[in-house]
């Protein structure tokens, strides 16, 4: 997030506007905690994890009689917001909100920022690919310990809410034997056979085993009771291990991915935001626009960067669950069993221009 607050605001500055800085979430700016944000004080935030900002996980809905009123003082021209899901569901609210509360009739843009990569418009969130490289790195750690114990299954426990995408991709990067995540319900028989197959491939010459679990995968399936399934039925033939990496997976450094996609991100959003303004500036020198392509989410869809109305990705949202009904990732999953030596059907593209269009291919153990 403070890559593109500072790519933001410097870009912005130098072509004369006056940027400020919205401090403390929704709730901060229902208090007014806005500040203009000057150039001096954005030295060093490139390279700097979390948000110098301030977020906090509240939506705007029962906050926007005083969000407009502080939009009003401030004589706002344009919004750019940063965050996950509830930045998300907010610049929703905002936009529905216009015809009561003209201070939202303004271009509006929002960059998706979060570890969970739950947010509908992108397939990319900004601290998604951070978090993946911590995950990663704590895997190759763990697999090391379990080549040190030897016959040592590791039980981990990702963070993502309702979306498997940390698990998956992780559990693909670390060479995972299963991952279990909410979006691929997970049955009692599905566990046995994964103790059945972690055992042959133990007692097979393959001394340690990697099981990866979204923290809300299923309720009764808990990472707690997957580690005690797996000590129980491995018992004289492999010792297993549970591992919650928690907040762990939210610290250290962005990636120079993150880093260089939220300045990129940046730079569009301020351009988009710049023509809207200019478009829609009136006689008396105010913005003043309500079409639904003046609120919009910038993300990266199938290599390209592009900007949705926000209002229309309602149909592409799963609220319950925080997730969207599309998530591109799922198709790499039967790698994951492919790779474990399972028996599995995966999908592979035509060519590299056509996008999930696909033939399938079946691999089972004897062809491995």
Same mark, same amino acid.
């Given at each position: 997030?403070?890559?593109v607050i500072?790519?933001?605001?410097?870009?912005a500055?130098?072509?004369?506007y006056t940027v400020l800085?919205?401090y403390?979430g929704? !709730?901060g700016?229902?208090e007014?905690?806005?500040?203009?944000?000057?150039?001096?004080? +954005?030295h &060093?935030w %490139?390279? @700097?994890?979390g948000?110098y900002?301030?977020?906090?996980?509240?939506?705007?809905g029962k906050?926007?009689?005083?969000?407009?009123?502080r939009?009003?003082?401030?004589?706002?021209?344009?919004l750019?917001l940063?965050?996950?899901?509830?930045?998300?569901?907010s610049?929703?609210?905002?936009?529905?909100?216009?015809?009561?509360?003209?201070?939202?009739?303004?271009?509006?843009?929002?960059?998706?920022a979060?570890?969970?990569n739950?947010?509908?418009?992108?397939e990319?969130?900004?601290?998604?690919?951070?978090a993946?490289?911590?995950?990663?790195?704590?895997?190759?750690?763990?697999?090391?310990?379990a080549?040190?114990?030897?016959?040592?299954v590791?039980?981990? !426990?990702?963070?993502?809410?309702y979306c498997?995408?940390?698990?998956?991709?992780a559990? +693909?990067a &670390?060479g %995972?034997? @299963?991952a279990y995540?909410?979006e691929?319900?997970?049955?009692?028989?599905d566990l046995r056979?994964?103790?059945?197959h972690?055992?042959s491939?133990?007692?097979?010459g393959i001394?340690?085993g990697?099981?990866l679990?979204n923290e809300n995968?299923?309720?009764?399936?808990?990472?707690?009771?997957?580690?005690r399934?797996?000590?129980?039925e491995?018992?004289?033939?492999?010792?297993a291990?549970?591992?919650?990496?928690?907040?762990?997976q939210?610290?250290?450094?962005?990636?120079?991915?993150d880093?260089?996609m939220?300045?990129?991100?940046?730079s569009?959003?301020?351009?988009?935001?710049?023509?809207?303004?200019?478009t829609?500036?009136?006689d008396?020198?105010k913005?003043?626009?309500?079409s639904?392509?003046?609120?919009?989410?910038?993300g990266?869809r199938k290599?390209?960067?592009?900007?949705?109305?926000?209002?229309?990705l309602k149909?592409?949202?799963?609220?319950?669950h925080?997730i969207?009904?599309?998530?591109?990732?799922?198709?790499?999953?039967?790698?994951l069993?492919?790779?474990a030596?399972?028996s599995?059907?995966y999908?592979?593209?035509?060519?590299?221009?056509?996008?999930?269009i696909s033939?399938?291919a079946?691999y089972?153990?004897?062809?491995?």
């Open positions: 997030m403070n890559a500072r790519s933001f605001s410097r870009l500055m130098f072509e004369g800085g919205l403390g929704v !709730e700016i229902a007014g905690n806005i500040k203009p944000i000057n150039w001096r004080e +954005l &060093g %490139a390279g @700097a994890g948000s900002l301030g977020t906090k996980r509240t939506l705007a906050y926007l009689k005083q969000i407009a009123q939009f009003g003082e401030q004589k706002l021209d344009g750019l940063i965050g996950g899901f509830e930045a998300y569901r610049l929703q609210e905002i936009a529905d909100a216009r015809d009561t509360y003209p201070e939202f009739c303004i271009p509006m843009v929002m960059i998706p979060t570890i969970s739950n947010v509908p418009g992108t990319f969130s900004l601290g998604a690919d951070t993946l490289n911590e995950i990663a790195t704590i895997c190759d750690k763990l697999k090391q310990s080549l040190g114990t030897r016959k040592r590791f039980i981990i !426990e990702t963070m993502g809410g498997g995408y940390l698990a998956t991709m559990g +693909l &670390g %995972a034997d @299963a995540i909410f691929e319900p997970v049955t009692i028989e056979n994964d103790v059945y972690m055992a491939k133990i007692m097979g001394p340690r990697l099981i679990r995968a299923n309720p009764n399936y808990t990472t707690e009771f997957i580690n399934l797996y000590c129980e491995g018992k004289g033939k492999f010792t291990r549970m591992n919650i990496l928690g907040h762990m939210q610290g250290g450094s962005p990636s120079p991915f880093r260089n939220g300045t990129k991100l940046a569009r959003a301020l351009e988009w935001l710049t023509v809207q303004m200019k829609n500036t009136r008396d020198g913005v003043y626009v309500k639904n392509d003046s609120a919009t989410l910038l990266m290599r390209h960067i592009n900007f949705s109305s926000i209002q229309d149909e592409e949202t799963d609220y319950e925080r969207p009904l599309e998530q591109w990732w799922m198709k790499l999953r039967p790698l069993r492919i790779l030596k399972h599995a059907t999908q592979t593209s035509l060519t590299s221009k056509i996008e999930h033939e399938e079946e089972s153990d004897d062809s491995m």
